[in-house]
Structures are given as structure tokens and as C-alpha cells.
């Protein structure tokens, strides 16, 4: 088990409060962990208390660390406003949990009875909701209906055992639009009781969520409903998305959940892929299907699954091309066939930042080093092995390479083609 971090953050009995359960079961809140690589993907070691299972691995992302206390799994979030590293080059005034947008990931076995601390350092208050897991109505987290809201300063808990194993999530049900649109959720696994059971060696988990930040701007704008400018994983977008590494032979699991307001048809290259589980529980292996882009509908989770038989880079995003975009104008004019011929010179005489684009397509965008407001990304950015990638939101590389170690998700580099199998300029028979 992972030990807790930053052991000076919270002096959790101070923060008992009238809504804290009266029990003796507990003497104190668990300390409050928080991550310690930043924005980058952190990879949980197994657990060496409790039950067996192979952790997941959360893009840009961690899992909570737990104590043990009487049989039970205790976990202690806290929601709290966090700067969050969108990309390099742009961080985001969040709300999140534990330091960070999406909060940790929760891990449990099937079977664990759990204990969730949940810390209100919000301005406002909070609930959370268990997403898919099975529990006692006035464990759901909805507030007002199901529990008091959690007034800022106080910290409520959570008691409920896994009755399965699956694809969960957590997120308020309390001014919900608000923060959500602040950013605040988390994925939660739980591993079945048999760790041979839908056993995979990789096993990636990331939130598909979306923000409306003006350029120039640092907090989102919690209104919007549909023109989000920042389509993202895990609260991260392209070129800042952690890549996917693979070695050759593994089974790969990815499971994602869908926290935006709309639906994301997510699309693999170079792979078909089974998709075996959703929020609801795991597909029977007769009923699952073949896909090559999964649809994941607003408010529900998807796991795919294959075998990583053959290397590669291979594209991974979602297939909606405006969100493998960073924020832009929706309202820019098609320019393709329109002839700026001589109107750019007398254009500047009058606006002398005016430029010409998009006569011959936005292409150029991509490797246009424009002047761009602070805390902005580019539009389309991002540099591979042959160039201008030309990509922004919801996009990364799956990277499926032969030898690497096992449980070894280090960063292999671009793939070296094999000679002869890299498409190429027809120059003549
Ligand atoms: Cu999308």
C-alpha cells in the first residue's frame, strides 16, 4: 500500500464536525494523501495489504493510497479549488479533489467494505455521489434527497461494501453543473474478488471531460452547455496527454468515462478491440462486441479490450475532429478559395497585426508559431517524428513496442519503422 503523503495538509480531527457520523470506530480522519509526480502519470505499485489485484494505471493521473482500520478500507478525499497543468503552457483555476482535477483514482476489491472521508474545502457545499455502485440509498450522495449537503469545513462519511467489480466513478450531486464544469470528479475501479478473473496486464483508466476557458483566461466558465473550447482526459489535452505504452503481447484494457455534454466516439488505430464492460458491469464474452471507436454516451463508462499483437505509434482520439482541437473561434469564415491577392498589403496599412490564413486550408496553423494571448494553447500543435502533428484536445499515441519490461510504462520514443514500411512519395516507376 502506498504510503500518505504531505502529512502536514490536514489535521483531520480538527475538521470533525456536527455531520460527522457519531461512531467510535474511528478515532481520527485519515490523512489526506496527495500526488507526487504532478501532472504526470503516476503508476501505483500493487497493494501489499488486503486483497490481490493488478492496479490501474490513471492518465495524468493517481491512485489513493487507504489505511486499514478494523476490516475496513478507509480513504480520505478532500474537494478543494486546484491549479491544474492543462498542457504545458496553460493551467486552469480548478475545483478537484486532493490537489488535483480529476481527484484520485479509487481502487477496492469486491467484497471491501469502505470508508470514505470527504472533506469540504470548497466555498460552497458538496456531496459526493458514487457513480454505478451498488449501496444503501443513503450512501448514494445526492443531496438534499439522500444526506444533508456538506457545508464548507466539514468533513461527512461514506460506509459501503463492493458487491462487484467494475467501472465506476465519483463526482458531486450538489450544484452539480457548477462543479463539474470546475472539474470535479474521479474514476473508481474495483477489482474483482478472483485477481484471474478479467485479468489484463495494462489496464488504463481516464476521465473524458470538457472546459469552456476563454483565451487569456484562467477559471472556466461554468454556463456554457455545449461550446466547450478544451476537450480533455483526465482534465489534460494534446500535446499534455500522457501516452499509452504497451508491450508487445500484452492485453490492454482502456476504460473511460464520460463526464461532458456529449457524446465521444472514441477511435483506436491500428486495433479492433472488444468492448467488455460498462458502468452497468462486464459483458458477457458472447455478447461482446468488435469495434475499431467506441461511442461513450454522456454520462457512462466503456472498457475496450485487446491484445497489443502488433507495434507501432498508433493514434488514439476522439473522432469528433473539433475535439482533437484546442480553443479556437468557432465563428472563423472558410477562406479556402477565396484569393487574398493584394488585399493583405492594404489590409495591414490599416490593421498592422492582420494576417492572411486559411486560403489553402489551416493546415499552416499547425506549424505557425503565431502570437497567442498568455495561459493560451495553440489551436492545432504538437511535433512528431515527420512533422506538424497538427492536433490539440482529445488525442494521444497508443505505443505498442516488443521487449519492453513488464509493468515498464516509460516513455520508448518515437517507433523506428521497419525499412520499406513507411508511406512514401511516388517519384516514377
Ligand atoms: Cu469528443
Not at 477562406?335 to 486560403?359: K, N, Q, T, W
Not at 492545432?380 to 494521444?396: D, L, R, V
Request: a negative charge; glycine letters at 12%.
Amino acid at each position: 500500500m502506498p504510503t500518505f503523503s504531505r502529512r502536514n495538509l490536514l489535521a483531520g480531527a480538527a475538521l470533525l464536525g456536527a455531520g460527522l457520523a457519531n461512531r467510535g470506530a474511528f478515532a481520527a480522519v485519515p490523512e489526506a494523501p496527495y500526488p507526487a509526480r504532478g501532472p504526470a502519470t503516476e503508476v501505483p505499485p500493487p497493494p501489499t495489504g488486503g486483497r490481490a489485484y493488478n492496479p490501474v494505471v490513471t492518465l495524468n493521473g493517481w491512485s489513493a493510497p487507504w489505511r486499514w482500520k478494523n476490516g475496513w478500507k478507509e480513504f480520505h478525499l478532500v474537494a478543494e479549488p486546484v491549479l491544474r497543468e492543462i498542457a504545458p503552457g496553460m493551467t486552469a483555476h480548478l475545483w478537484g479533489y486532493n490537489g488535483q482535477s480529476p481527484g484520485p483514482t479509487i481502487e477496492a476489491v469486491e467484497g471491501d467494505k469502505l470508508r470514505m472521508f470527504v472533506t469540504n474545502k470548497l466555498p460552497e457545499h458538496t456531496t459526493i455521489h458514487w457513480h454505478g455502485i451498488l449501496l444503501p440509498s443513503g450512501m448514494d450522495g445526492v443531496g438534499g434527497l439522500t444526506q444533508p449537503q456538506i457545508p464548507p469545513g466539514k468533513t461527512y462519511v461514506y460506509e459501503f461494501e463492493m458487491k462487484k467489480s467494475g467501472t465506476f466513478m465519483y463526482h458531486p450531486h450538489a450544484d452539480e453543473m457548477v462543479q463539474m464544469a470546475m472539474g470535479m470528479m474521479g474514476f473508481f475501479v474495483v477489482h474483482p474478488r478472483d485477481p484471474g478473473q478479467h485479468r489484463v496486464d495494462r489496464d488504463f483508466v481516464f476521465l473524458i471531460n470538457a472546459y469552456d476557458i476563454d483565451p487569456g483566461s484562467y477559471t472556466p466558465k461554468i454556463a456554457t452547455m455545449l461550446d466547450f473550447n478544451l476537450w480533455s482526459w483526465n482534465s489534460r489535452v494534446f500535446p499534455g496527454i500522457d501516452h499509452l505504452v504497451a508491450r508487445q503481447g500484452d492485453r490492454v484494457r482502456i476504460r473511460m468515462g464520460n463526464l461532458t455534454m456529449t457524446n465521444h466516439p472514441i477511435h483506436l488505430h491500428g486495433y479492433d478491440f472488444r468492448v467488455t464492460g460498462t458502468d452497468g458491469g462486464w459483458v458477457a464474452p458472447g455478447a461482446q462486441w468488435p469495434e475499431v471507436t467506441v461511442d461513450i454516451p454522456v454520462g457512462s463508462m466503456r472498457a475496450v479490450e485487446f491484445t497489443a499483437d502488433t507495434p507501432g505509434d498508433w493514434a488514439f482520439h476522439c473522432h469528433k475532429s473539433h475535439h482533437t482541437m484546442n480553443a479556437m473561434g468557432h465563428k472563423v469564415p472558410t477562406m479556402i478559395g477565396v484569393d487574398h491577392h493584394g488585399l493583405a498589403g492594404r489590409l495591414v496599412s490599416l490593421v498592422p497585426d492582420y494576417m492572411v490564413m486559411g486560403e489553402r486550408g489551416m493546415a499552416d496553423m499547425g506549424e505557425m508559431e503565431m502570437p497567442l494571448p498568455e495561459n493560451t494553447l495553440p489551436m492545432m500543435t504538437g511535433t512528431g517524428p515527420f512533422g506538424p502533428i497538427e492536433m490539440g484536445g482529445m488525442f494521444s499515441v497508443l505505443k505498442v513496442r516488443r521487449g519492453i519490461a513488464r509493468g515498464d510504462y516509460t516513455d520508448p520514443g518515437w517507433y523506428q519503422h521497419p525499412p520499406g514500411t513507411v508511406a512514401y512519395e511516388w517519384k516514377g516507376a
